[in-house]
């Protein structure tokens, strides 16, 4: 790997960290530290301009690396983005025929995007190899 991928793969570890941290505010801050809805607002709009910070970081991050490395991660962002609208469209629709007893939730969809993008990006860099 030279320099920039390395550069470029450690900004987005950070970024992302700092997008998990500023979720779990949001989520826990709500819960535990305050009661007032500003505070609220401000934790939200704090973790969506982190995240636009992660998007963007991905971003360079895919474009630091060579063609091979780009085609792998644009195949494994889009089968991880089919699959997860046609199963979350499933998943909601078990849901809204009471198929299954608890409600669907996006957590759920947020772990099956995870693993699907990192067994993706897993068996397209064999492929490749």
Sequence with gaps: MNTQVISSR?????????????????????????ET??????????????????VLANRDFVNAGDELQRKIQLESMGLTLGLSVVCGIAYSQLDTTNLIKQDAEIASLILFMG??????VFFNSRKYS
Excluded: D, E, P, R
């Design 10 to 34: 450690n900004k987005l570890a950070k970024w992302s960290i700092a997008w998990v941290l500023t979720t779990a505010l949001v989520t826990f801050g709500s819960q535990f530290l305050w």
């Design 37 to 54: 809805w500003w505070i609220s607002i401000l934790a939200i709009l704090l973790s969506l301009a982190v995240g636009i910070g992660m």
């Design 115 to 120: 693993i699907t993008y990192i067994l993706c």
